[in-house]
């Protein structure tokens, strides 16, 4: 299974999707907590991204997008290829 990653805020309701889609489909994931960010984590987000806002998600170091772009994967059926690739890519 590919190695996948959420930045997320929990009071933010497009986090909180992206959170229960993810398991729902029995996903393992990194979830990276940024409602209380000691740790410069929301600075590494933005660096990794390019984007500000919450949830930014990755799968095998590649930029997913947010919820909207998460669920759009999984509608078009393309969210399931790319969690089974265990081959990592290159952060876009």
């Not at 929990?10 to 979830?31: H, I």
């Not at 209380?36 to 987000?45: H, P």
């Not at 998600?57 to 969210?79: M, P, T, V």
């Amino acid at each position: 299974m590919a190695h996948t990653e959420i930045y997320f805020k929990d009071w933010c309701p497009y986090s909180q999707r992206a959170l229960a889609l993810l398991t729902r489909k029995g996903v393992a994931f990194e979830a990276i907590d940024l409602t209380t960010d000691k740790a410069g984590r929301e600075l590494e987000m933005r660096e990794r991204s390019g984007h500000t806002s919450v949830p930014q998600i990755f799968i095998n170091g590649r930029h997913i997008g947010g919820f909207d772009d998460l669920s759009a994967l999984e509608q078009s059926g393309e969210l399931d290829q790319r969690l089974s690739d265990k081959n990592v890519a290159s952060a876009a």
